[in-house]
């Protein structure tokens, strides 16, 4: 790891931790989708890796932007992330509680993103780079509506276990 001494270093690094979750994700939300039973929850993990592809993107010109690379760097945390994922998919539970845990596993996710690119565009407004905040502010939009929605497929699945359950 090369030493950081400018503002702009911390968010080259910032960036190319995102690339790489994103880019793990990429591979995990197929698995996701195929593993979800519920059909509204199965199109939410498949929209979401369009716009994941998108993020990529994205990045991709934050980093030209920035005169770097958002390669080279791997985000330990979503690979434990992913991981839990896979624990999700290889529940053996009833559909709807597995549905439940793969939206849990999703919303860990998510949170995460929601911070790193919180803390990125932090650093981005600070240098008032103004195109790399509106780039950043696009994916945070995205991630966040992400969130909501898992929490109302989440909440529209519970209210209908509670009904069996009567
Ligand atoms: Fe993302
Ligand atoms: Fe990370
Ligand atoms: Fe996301």
């Given at each position: 790891m090369s030493k950081l001494v400018t503002v702009k270093d911390l968010l080259v690094q910032e960036i190319k931790d995102l690339f790489s979750a994103e880019n793990q994700l990429t591979h995990a939300l197929p698995k996701m989708a195929e593993g979800a039973s519920d059909p509204e929850l199965k199109k939410g993990f498949e929209n979401h890796l369009k716009e994941t592809e998108v993020q990529m993107e994205r990045l991709e010109k934050v980093a030209e932007l920035l005169d770097a690379?958002?390669?080279?760097?791997?985000c330990e945390a979503m690979k434990g992330l992913v991981k839990e994922g896979e624990e999700a998919l290889k529940e053996d539970a009833d559909p709807d509680l597995k549905d439940l845990a793969l939206i849990i596993a999703a919303q860990k996710v998510e949170h995460y993103e929601i911070a790193g690119y919180g803390g990125a565009r932090a650093l981005a407004e600070a240098m008032q780079m103004n195109k790399v905040v509106e780039l950043l502010q696009a994916t945070l939009d995205e991630e966040g509506k992400t969130d909501q929605k898992l929490t109302e497929i989440a909440s529209r699945i519970l209210a209908g276990t509670k009904k069996s359950a009567d």
């Amino acid at each position: 790891m090369s030493k950081l001494v400018t503002v702009k270093d911390l968010l080259v690094q910032e960036i190319k931790d995102l690339f790489s979750a994103e880019n793990q994700l990429t591979h995990a939300l197929p698995k996701m989708a195929e593993g979800a039973s519920d059909p509204e929850l199965k199109k939410g993990f498949e929209n979401h890796l369009k716009e994941t592809e998108v993020q990529m993107e994205r990045l991709e010109k934050v980093a030209e932007l920035l005169d770097a690379s958002p390669r080279g760097k791997a985000c330990e945390a979503m690979k434990g992330l992913v991981k839990e994922g896979e624990e999700a998919l290889k529940e053996d539970a009833d559909p709807d509680l597995k549905d439940l845990a793969l939206i849990i596993a999703a919303q860990k996710v998510e949170h995460y993103e929601i911070a790193g690119y919180g803390g990125a565009r932090a650093l981005a407004e600070a240098m008032q780079m103004n195109k790399v905040v509106e780039l950043l502010q696009a994916t945070l939009d995205e991630e966040g509506k992400t969130d909501q929605k898992l929490t109302e497929i989440a909440s529209r699945i519970l209210a209908g276990t509670k009904k069996s359950a009567d």
